[in-house]
């Protein structure tokens, strides 16, 4: 299962990115996947999750974007969602194609939610 690995790699970048505001809690994390990443989201998801449980990002939210398979034709230039394993291009007929989407997998954003310094019981110094 390698959505595991995959979990425990948005948790490492995101503790990495997190050493940048240290006043900050992070909210959400954001990844974009390709319909082609053979990554199951439930899967995902629940080692995410168990990977989270009990430590400083309990509670931080995994935001999935699933990125449809695009192809841009080699002869007209047309970029085209490609359905059933239908690479033709619509434009023009054409069956050479190149991928340029639908494969990635990548951390797309961290949300975080910085705390300001409470003033509430200060003392005034007028």
């Known amino acids: 299962m390698h959505e595991m690995g995959i979990a ?4 490492e ?10 006043e900050a809690r992070p909210a ?3 990844l974009r996947i390709g ?7 439930e ?12 430590t400083d990002l309990e509670g ?11 192809h841009r034709c080699k002869d007209c230039g047309n970029e085209f969602n490609v359905a059933d394993y239908e690479f033709q291009c619509p434009a023009c007929g054409a069956l050479s194609s190149e991928c340029i989407s639908g494969d990635q997998l990548e951390l797309a954003y961290v949300e975080i939610e910085e ?3 409470s003033t509430v019981g200060a003392k005034s110094s007028q």
């Open 60 to 70: 931080l939210q995994l935001e999935i974007e699933i990125c449809r398979r695009r």
């Open 13 to 22: 970048a995101v503790r990495r990115e997190m050493r940048r505001y240290p």
């Open 115 to 117: 705390h300001e310094s």
């Open 35 to 41: 319909e082609m990443a053979a990554v199951d989201q």
């Open 8 to 11: 425990n790699s948005v948790l």
């Open 43 to 54: 899967s995902l998801r629940f080692c995410f999750e168990a990977l989270a449980a009990g």
């Open 28 to 30: 959400n994390v954001g």
